[in-house]
């Protein structure tokens, strides 16, 4: 018998199993369709103005802005989408915050810019099926990252979002757009840089307008969680199942842990998880991750998504105009 391999050495081989020898069950993870679209979906801007409205207020023909003032800062505040209804490029980043300032000025006179407080660098990828779309959701949602706290939302997962463990503040999410903005559910996933800017590091706006700045900041908030998700799939339990009897066949696990893991994936997909002690439970569910699966509960087809795929096809191939 082959010597033992640790779960990330099977992880790695088991990409040369050649995939004509594979059960029927096994799969090829399907790619989005499409390159995915970046841009900008929230941006909050602040300016310093000589009077000021109501704590919160609303211009007409702002195109959905709010706006709000804080007069004992001498700020007045704008939120809004640089693009109604989709992600904005750069021009629609330095173009909205033309029109908005104008507006302002024109109320209240603005005395300076005093910068972006916010701003949403945004990646939405389209999926081929709508399985396809909850199974990447269902990953994403196990992805755990240093530090940050994880908050999950339905049942199946559409939203995930990462916290900052010693505030409320939201670093990055993971949601559905159609669900989201009630439009057509399970075909857009969206990966979201949510980046506030604290008092005197705010950048202004042509900054953020920049291409390779909103790519940066991307890519450094996503990059923890592509390492995160680096070699797991979310599938359903017949893909998962046939892809331990094939690392077992091919000498990728020993017996004890192919044996651990399908006892763990029948047991945990039948519902019968409470049956575990807490800590056996927990750590049964960390093995199964460890080994690169998580598990589709809600999908009644054969699906697999490939977490870190998806992932860096947001971070490499998207393009930022």
């Known amino acids: 018998m082959p010597p033992p391999t640790t779960p990330g050495t099977a992880r790695s081989e088991r990409e040369s199993i050649d995939p004509g ?4 069950c096994s799969t090829r993870p399907s790619p989005p369709l499409e390159t995915p679209v970046a841009g900008v979906d929230t941006l909050r801007l602040l300016y310093e103005t000589h009077d000021h409205g109501e704590r919160r207020f609303e211009i007409e023909d702002a195109g959905g802005w709010a706006f709000g003032s804080i007069p004992s800062l001498g700020l007045t505040w704008a939120e809004g989408h640089p693009l109604a ?7 629609d980043v330095e173009a909205a915050a033309s029109r908005v300032r104008g507006l302002l000025d024109e109320r209240f006179g603005v005395r300076t810019d005093r910068g972006v407080a ?4 945004t990646v939405t990828t389209r999926f081929e099926r709508p399985q396809e779309a909850r199974a990447f959701l269902a990953g994403m949602a196990s992805a755990a990252l240093p530090r940050c706290e994880v908050t999950r939302r339905g049942h199946p997962v559409h939203s995930v979002s990462w916290t900052h463990a010693t505030g409320r503040r939201k670093l990055a999410r993971c949601y559905d757009q159609g669900l989201e903005r009630g439009g057509e559910a399970w075909q857009l996933a969206r990966l979201e840089d949510q980046r506030r800017y604290p008092s005197g590091a705010r950048p202004p706006v042509g900054v953020v307008a920049d291409p ?4 940066g900041k991307f890519e450094a ?6 390492k995160a998700v680096e070699g797991v799939k ?5 893909v998962i199942a046939q892809t331990i009897a094939d690392e077992f066949r091919f000498g990728y696990r020993d017996v004890r842990e192919a044996e651990r893991l399908a006892a763990a994936l029948v047991l945990l997909s039948g519902g019968a998880g409470e049956g575990y002690r807490r800590s056996t439970f927990y750590k049964r569910r960390a093995e199964l991750r460890a080994a690169g699966f998580v598990v589709v509960e809600d999908s009644s087809e054969v699906v697999e998504v490939d977490l870190g795929a998806v992932v860096d096809q947001a971070l490499d191939e998207a393009v930022w105009r």
């Not at 916010?118 to 660098?121: F, P, T, V, W, Y």
């Not at 390779?212 to 790519?215: D, E, F, G, I």
């Not at 908030?221 to 592509?226: H, K, V």
Request: hydrophobic share 35%; proline share 7%; charged share 25%.
């Open 21 to 24: 020898e594979v059960g029927v």
């Open 85 to 91: 209804g989709a992600l904005g490029s750069s021009e």
């Open 118 to 121: 916010r701003s949403d660098q």
């Open 212 to 215: 390779a700045y909103l790519r």
């Open 221 to 226: 908030r996503f990059g923890p969680i592509r």
């Open 234 to 238: 979310a599938a359903t339990f017949p």
